[in-house]
Nanobody, 122 residues
Framework: QVQLVESGGGSVRPGGSLRLSCAPS????????VNWYRQAPGKQRELVAFITSGGTTNYRDSVKGRFTISRDNAKNTVYLQMNSLKPEDTAVYLC????????????????WGQGTQVTVSS
C-alpha cells in the first residue's frame, strides 16, 4: 500500500513558523482530498485542515488566519504553512488522503503517514 510521508517538523519558539510537507512514498497518479491531523500527548486526534482535489480548503477555528494548506498537483504534494505558532500547537502532525490513484490504475483508500513532531516552546 502507498504510504504518505510527512516532513518539515521541528522545534520553534512561540511566534515562529514551520512548513510541513506530505508526499506519497511511491509513484502515484493523483490524490483526492488530503487532511492534516494532529495529536498531542493525552489528547484526541483532531483535524487541523483539509484541501480537496479542486483546491477547496477548510480549517479548524484555532488555526484560522495562522495556517495555510496548499497543494502542488504536479508533485502530488500537500503543504501546511504554519505561522505565529503557539505552545498549544505542539503535537504530532499527520497527513491523510481519503483516496489516491496509483500509476498502475489501482485506487487506495484512507492512506496515512507516520507523522512529524512539531514542538513550540520558549
Amino acid at each position: 500500500q502507498v504510504q504518505l510521508v510527512e516532513s518539515g517538523g521541528g522545534s520553534v519558539r512561540p511566534g515562529g513558523s514551520l512548513r510541513l510537507s506530505c508526499a506519497p512514498s511511491g509513484s502515484i497518479f493523483s490524490i483526492n482530498t488530503v487532511n492534516w491531523y494532529r495529536q498531542a500527548p493525552g489528547k484526541q486526534r483532531e483535524l487541523v485542515a483539509f484541501i480537496t482535489s479542486g483546491g477547496t480548503t477548510n480549517y479548524r477555528d484555532s488555526v484560522k488566519g495562522r495556517f495555510t494548506i496548499s497543494r502542488d498537483n504536479a508533485k502530488n504534494t500537500v503543504y501546511l504553512q504554519m505561522n505565529s505558532l503557539k505552545p498549544e500547537d505542539t503535537a504530532v502532525y499527520l497527513c491523510n488522503a481519503d483516496l489516491l490513484w496509483t500509476v498502475v490504475g489501482t485506487v487506495e483508500y484512507d492512506c496515512w503517514g507516520q507523522g512529524t513532531q512539531v514542538t513550540v516552546s520558549s
